[in-house]
């Protein structure tokens, strides 16, 4: 009791120390349930926000201050960092970027081996189709012109880019399956060093999408060579998430190991029946990893279902050069058929599989009504077999379907999400209930991760403290991406704070009616301006972008 006195006085103190200044606060969360971000107890304690940052923790009751906010019975933790938000063009569609601020999230990371940048002219008009149902075409062609956008924008949160690896090879290379010659690495290179001098945190690859699965293990390295010597990270979608996660995993040591360079595994999971109960074998290979010297660390999102395009269903070789090209094979009937066999060559599971793909989304206005439907419940109604019925969609869509696919189990999630060094992330880009993105329906994942995480898994059942819970979606993810000035309550830190009722948090986004807010969490501030006041969102768009360390003046 008297150490535990003591200790309270000691770090009371150390918060208060440099707190005070003729200046009034403009912010003030009174006698709050602080809990910092490092995995320490909650303390009660008041804090003062000056500008953009934290100028103040302790007893701030005789301080004069602009804004008052009554945070008693509430916890009030560092803005959540998701490690891969997917915000990166959906906030300047609707910069709002509502569905991750209602549920506390103030910064992403995102890029996941197609980044925003670079881009050429070519590749704009490529993608005219989906700018121009948007309503947002680039005008931008490096990470540089991006940022510019990001800041005309204004966006409510903050947002970090790395620079994608399956971005520069089709920019340079193709859409081919073939390997680079020299002088196409030579240029993915040089893109990506200028990518790093403008403010990327590292480099990323997604290797179950084309073109970026076409890159060999030696051309990736040579790529994170170039970010490693600027300070970076790499962040993985491993090139296989189920039966070949072993050996996807050692390729991600691989380039670690030869590139000097820290390993992110991005969504981990261990997914297929075939693998169910896999994931703590995963867990200790990151643990040995470690052990042997290489900073190696992943992090997920909370639900069993994951979220990608259809077009992932098929082969590589059917998906290679595009939309376009797939949809082209899928109209021949002899192509078909060898897509068909090998699906079920590669994957046993079909066509039981079809029971537990949900679209999501489509882009072609006859086909809304199935969106929230299986590709089972589609192909009963249509009267036809169902994977005939999955790649008939893809013809019909133009290739531009999106899926949620139930594949994992409970318990791997479970484990994972337990494991401290797993890291919080939602693998989604924002939304909103009303405006332009309510148009489509998504993966829960992105209205409601960090409230599942609080309700389901820290209040409700307990598998986490809540504090390590906060640390996993806050201190943790800003180490892991090299957020310097974010994830903890600190004075001198950026003033991004998350405040919210424990017992009132809820995941009221399902599968079923996905675009719904989360509930429980009263105030949200980004940079010092409160974008969630009283629960309810606000004008304030205070987001900026989050350089790397390897940014020039």
Known sequence: ???????????????????????????????????????????????????????????????????????????????????????????????????????????????????????????????????????????????????RAFRKARPAINLGTFVGAGGLRELVVGLDSRAATPEELRRMENLVQEAMEQGALGLSTSLIYTPGSFASTEEIIALAKVASRYGGSYFTHLRDEEDGIDGAFDEALRIGREAAIPVDVWHLKTAGRRNWGHMPKVLARIEAARAEGLDVAANQYPWTASGNALSAAVPQWAREG????????????????????????????????????????????????????????????????????????LVEDS??????????????????????????????????????????????????????????????????????????????????????DRGLVKVGLAADLTVFDLAKVEALSTFADPNRYSAGFTHVAVNGRLVVDGGVMTKERPGRPILGPGALP
């Open 399 to 484: 290739g531009h379907t999106s899926r949620v696919t139930f594949t994992m189990r409970e318990d791997d999630v479970r484990a994972a999400l337990a494991h401290p060094l797993v890291a919080f992330c939602t693998d989604s880009g924002a939304r909103a209930e009303d405006g332009r993105l309510s148009e489509e329906r998504s993966h829960p994942r992105g209205w409601a991760s960090t409230a599942r995480i609080l309700a389901t898994y820290v209040r409700d059942e307990k598998l986490l403290r809540l504090e390590e819970a906060v640390r996993k979606m806050t201190s943790f993810p800003a180490a892991r991406a090299g957020l310097g």
């Open 1 to 147: 009791m008297i150490r535990a006195a003591l200790a309270a006085v000691f770090f009371g103190l150390l918060a208060a120390a440099p707190a005070f200044s003729a200046e009034p606060f403009d912010l003030v969360f009174e006698r709050g349930r602080v809990v910092d971000g490092t995995g320490a107890p909650w303390f009660v304690a008041d804090v003062g926000v000056r500008g953009d940052r934290i100028a103040a923790i302790g007893d701030l009751s005789k301080e004069r201050a602009k804004r008052r906010v009554n945070a008693r019975g509430l916890y009030v933790a560092p803005g959540f960092i998701d490690l891969l938000g997917q915000s990166e063009y959906h906030v300047l569609v609707d910069p709002r970027a509502a569905s991750k601020v209602m549920q506390g999230i103030t910064t992403e990371v995102t890029g996941e081996g197609d980044s925003i940048a670079p881009l050429t002219a070519k590749a704009i008009k490529d993608g005219a189709t989906i700018y121009e149902h948007y309503g947002v075409t680039p005008d931008w062609t490096d990470l540089n012109g991006y940022f």
């Open 322 to 393: 595009g939309r376009a090209k797939l949809v082209e094979r899928l109209k021949d009937p002899v192509t078909r058929r060898r897509v068909l066999e090998a699906m079920v060559k590669d994957d046993g599971e079909w066509p039981e599989k079809t029971e537990r793909i949900l679209l999501s989304s489509v882009f072609t206005p006859a086909l809304k009504p199935l969106e929230g439907k299986t590709v089972a419940e589609i192909a009963k109604a249509r009267g036809k077999d169902a994977m005939e019925t999955l790649l008939d969609l």
